[in-house]
């Protein structure tokens, strides 16, 4: 079953059991994939990796929002996207632990061959496209750098 799909069945759920947040957060979902089916160019259907970067999208939005409104004060708002996180994040891939990618990492810098912080674009470029949707760019980005000037 699609992401899609599956967004779809809990929209349905969510209006049974009068669950608001869940509610609002997957129409949200719902609406950005279907924009993301309807772009310029798109296919008729959504491959499972479009679909996870259209959520992946999402929750950085979220995240970044969430930061804003802790920092500028603004708790009601702050729970309204920590909400939608949480419920967008059970569609996306369970995020590998920072000691797991630092692993990870290692091993892309070795194939990669690279030999300190010159060597940042050839290793996030590797990085991006092996650990897709399983990290964080930023996490990523931060490891990388660490690892690159030891």
């Known amino acids: 079953m699609s992401i899609f799909d599956q967004v779809n069945e809990g929209i349905k759920n969510a209006m049974k059991n ?8 997957l129409r949200g979902v719902k609406s ?3 924009l993301a089916k309807t ?25 970044e929002s969430l930061e804003i409104y802790t ?8 729970v309204v996207e920590a909400e939608e996180i949480a419920v967008i994040e059970k569609f996306l891939p369970k995020q ?9 990492l290692q091993n892309i ?7 300190g912080p010159q060597d ?3 290793v996030m470029g590797a990085a991006t496209k092996q650990l897709a949707g399983k990290a964080d760019g930023k996490m990523i980005s931060q490891l990388v750098k660490e690892l690159l000037a030891k």
């Open 18 to 25: 009068k669950e608001e947040a869940t509610l609002r957060a």
């Open 32 to 34: 950005a994939l279907l």
């Open 39 to 63: 772009e310029k160019g798109a296919a008729d259907e959504l491959s499972e990796e479009k679909e996870i970067q259209v959520l992946q999208k999402l929750v950085k939005q979220r995240k």
């Open 71 to 78: 920092t500028q004060n603004r708790p009601e708002l702050a």
């Open 96 to 104: 590998m632990d920072e000691a797991t990618l630092r692993t990870e």
């Open 109 to 115: 810098i070795a194939a990669v061959g690279a030999a």
């Open 120 to 122: 940042m674009g050839k």
